[in-house]
C-alpha cells in the first residue's frame, strides 16, 4: 500500500562541495516510522524514482532531511535533486526502514564510506544517546569531501570516532 505524500522542500544546506542535506516538510500528516535506517522515495521527472536515507528528522515528524550527493556521471536522480530549491513541492513515498538497527547489541562497529553515511549517522546519534558501546569509521576519499564530519564532532563521540582519509 502506497503512503504518497505531497511534501516542501523547507531548506537545503551545503553540506560538502558534492554534498547537499534536503529538508522536507510534509503538507498534510507528520511522518511516521522515522527511526534510523530509514529511507523515502523520491518522484522525480521522467518517472524517476531514487530512494534517499533519513539522517535527520524533527521529532514531532513534521520534518526529515535526507543528503544528496551529486552524481554528474549519474543516471539523472542525484542531478535532479540538486536542481531543487527551498519551497519548491516534492512527492515521497515513505519513510519505511530495510536497515534496522539491532537493538541491545554487546557491540556495534558501523563502517560508511562517502554518502553511504546518510543512514549511518541517525544510527550512531542513537547509540550514543542510548550509552551502547560502539565504533564508527567514516572512510571518505578526501577530507573536504566528509559531508558529515562535523556532524559526527558535534556528537563528541571520543575514541569511538575514526574518519579516515584516503588522501592522507
Request: with cysteine; net charge negative.
Amino acid at each position: 500500500m502506497s503512503s504518497k505524500k505531497q511534501c516542501r522542500i523547507s531548506n537545503i544546506v551545503k553540506l560538502s562541495e558534492d554534498t547537499s542535506s534536503f529538508d522536507i516538510v510534509s503538507r498534510d500528516a507528520p511522518f511516521k516510522s522515522l527511526e534510523p535506517g530509514a529511507h523515502i522515495d523520491v518522484y522525480l521527472a521522467a518517472g524517476m524514482i531514487r530512494q534517499y536515507s533519513i539522517w535527520d528528522h524533527a521529532e514531532d515528524g513534521k520534518r526529515l532531511s535526507i543528503a544528496v550527493k551529486r552524481e554528474d556521471d549519474g543516471r539523472g536522480g542525484s542531478k535532479a535533486m540538486h536542481n531543487f530549491i527551498s519551497g519548491e513541492s516534492i512527492e515521497i513515498d515513505g519513510p519505511r526502514n530495510n536497515f534496522k538497527l539491532i537493538e541491545k547489541a554487546p557491540h556495534y562497529t558501523l563502517i560508511a564510506g562517502g554518502i553511504g553515511v546518510t543512514p549511518i549517522f541517525p544510527m550512531v546519534n542513537q547509540l550514543h544517546k542510548d550509552g551502547a558501546n560502539f565504533d564508527v569509521y567514516y572512510l571518505v576519499q578526501k577530507r573536504e569531501l566528509a559531508a558529515f564530519a562535523a556532524h559526527f564532532e558535534v556528537l563528541n563521540l571520543g575514541d569511538s570516532y575514526h574518519l579516515h582519509c584516503d588522501d592522507e
